[in-house]
């Protein structure tokens, strides 16, 4: 497995990633309706092009025999800054892998990628959202350190998700 920032060339790649790895891990929640509408807007080669593109994002890729199969996405500034005390915090924004990855320890290498990331730059602390009922990342992100700070609500199409706010200061 081979771990790489992202390029302009691979949003395409990345944008069908994180569609198919949200699909699997929560398409189930929600109608087609609202679904198409946050893919459309979300998981679409145009968006992740210009996230790339853009200095607010940095990606990280895995691929496995050429194929992307999981990605980690910091976000600074972070629209969560409100709910932390931290001096400068930065969002993890995504850290998704296809069903048969996970598991496998390529999460915690993301992991241990974004807080190197955010250790260099100076950041304080990391915020993520995470699903109410998204008990295995909760473990998970638990296991790091993050703590929950705030209910939030994060939005698909019409639908509006219970969200917990989770914070590891650095």
Same mark, same amino acid.
């Given at each position: 497995?081979?771990? +790489?920032?992202? *390029?302009?060339?691979?949003? #395409? ?9 949200? !699909? ?6 929600? *109608?087609?309706?609202?679904? /198409? =509408?946050?893919?459309?807007? %979300?998981?679409?080669?145009?968006? %992740?092009? /210009? ?8 990606? +990280?890729? !895995? ?13 600074? #500034?972070?629209?969560?800054? /409100? ?5 400068? #915090? ?27 990331? =955010? +250790? ?9 959202? %995470? ?7 909760? +473990? ?15 939005? !698909?199409?019409?639908?509006?998700? #219970?969200?917990?706010?989770? /914070?590891?200061?650095?």
């Amino acid at each position: 497995m081979i771990l +790489r920032p992202a *390029t302009l060339a691979d949003a #395409p790649e990345l944008a069908k990633l994180g569609a198919e790895t949200f !699909v699997a891990a929560f398409g189930h929640l929600y *109608t087609p309706q609202d679904l /198409e =509408a946050f893919l459309a807007e %979300v998981h679409n080669p145009e968006a %992740v092009g /210009e996230e790339i593109a853009g200095d607010s994002c940095t990606h +990280r890729l !895995v691929e496995d025999d050429g194929a992307l199969v999981a990605f980690c996405k910091l976000r600074y #500034p972070t629209k969560f800054v /409100e709910y932390s005390d931290a001096r400068d #915090p930065i969002e993890l924004g995504q850290l998704y892998a296809l069903p048969g990855y996970t598991g496998t320890g390529i999460g915690a290498q993301l992991m241990d990628w974004a807080l190197e990331v =955010a +250790r260099d730059a100076g950041h304080d602390a990391i915020l993520l959202s %995470v699903y109410a009922e998204n008990f295995g990342a909760q +473990r998970f992100y638990q296991r790091h350190g993050f703590g929950k700070i705030a209910d939030i609500t994060f939005r !698909v199409g019409e639908h509006i998700d #219970p969200e917990f706010l989770y /914070e590891l200061k650095l």
